[in-house]
């Protein structure tokens, strides 16, 4: 990801414009990624707005369901709204779609195309985010050109049951392996949040704790400060 300056995104990033790496540090404090298992009643626009309302920093269209003419115009609809409340805005696995909507990254997991694959398609100025779940994975990530890690799961987690859980001394030595900030992912909620405190981590990443939530907003908003407190 090419580095602009920092001048340039006081006040919120422009969609579609260079991150540099201090403005994608504080970006990833709250990382929402979507989930169609918890509609409920609402469209995923609905509840994505809602997140953002209540603080949501950045956000991961996360989509296994609908065919590629849904998902573009749906990436649409979410970037419109990233635009509108400043924020990053990537698209889960899927390259093309990410291109297409002019989505500012893409974020993929290891059994997804390979990041060094996708930062070659995607150029040098968009995010590239990539899981890990290991210190070798991380730093073949950094080498690969990712911008930021996800690592997990922290806590187990019913959105993927499948998923090696990352113990806490694990979390962080993989925050002291390499240079590039690193969320937290997997069966994050606000009663456990804080035991993140200290690992070295820059975010969460939330699914449920969001958009699970009776009141997406308010769930938000609360998450947001405890999230505040993982630096202190």
């Not at 606000?190 to 405190?197: F, G, P, S, T, V």
């Amino acid at each position: 990801m090419t580095c602009g300056k920092e001048d340039d995104i006081k006040g919120g990033h422009e969609s579609g414009t260079p991150l540099d790496a201090a403005a994608l540090r504080k970006a990833l404090l709250v990382y929402a990624v979507t989930d169609r298992a918890w509609l409920g009643g609402k469209s995923l626009s609905e509840q994505v707005e809602d997140a953002l309302k209540g603080g949501a920093s950045f956000i991961q269209l996360r989509e296994k369901e609908l065919d590629e003419s849904a998902f573009l115009k749906e990436a649409f609809e979410i970037k419109k709204l990233a635009q509108q409340y400043k924020v990053p805005f990537v698209i889960n696995d899927n390259v093309e779609i990410a291109i297409q909507c002019g989505a500012d990254g893409v974020h993929v997991g290891q059994s997804d195309m390979r990041a060094a694959a996708v930062r070659k398609r995607l150029g040098e100025n968009k995010i590239l985010g990539v899981s890990v779940s290991t210190v070798e994975e991380a730093i073949q990530a950094v080498k690969d050109g990712a911008d930021y890690l996800g690592v997990g799961a922290v806590f187990s987690t019913l959105t993927k049951s499948d998923a090696d859980q990352v113990s806490y001394n694990q979390l962080k030595e993989i925050c002291n392996a390499v240079t590039i900030p690193v969320v937290a992912i997997g069966g994050i909620t606000r009663e456990n949040i804080d035991q993140l405190y200290g690992s070295g981590i820059q975010g969460v990443a939330l699914v449920s704790a969001i958009f699970g939530a009776e009141n997406i907003q308010q769930a938000t908003n609360q998450l947001v400060v405890l999230a505040k407190q993982l630096s202190v």
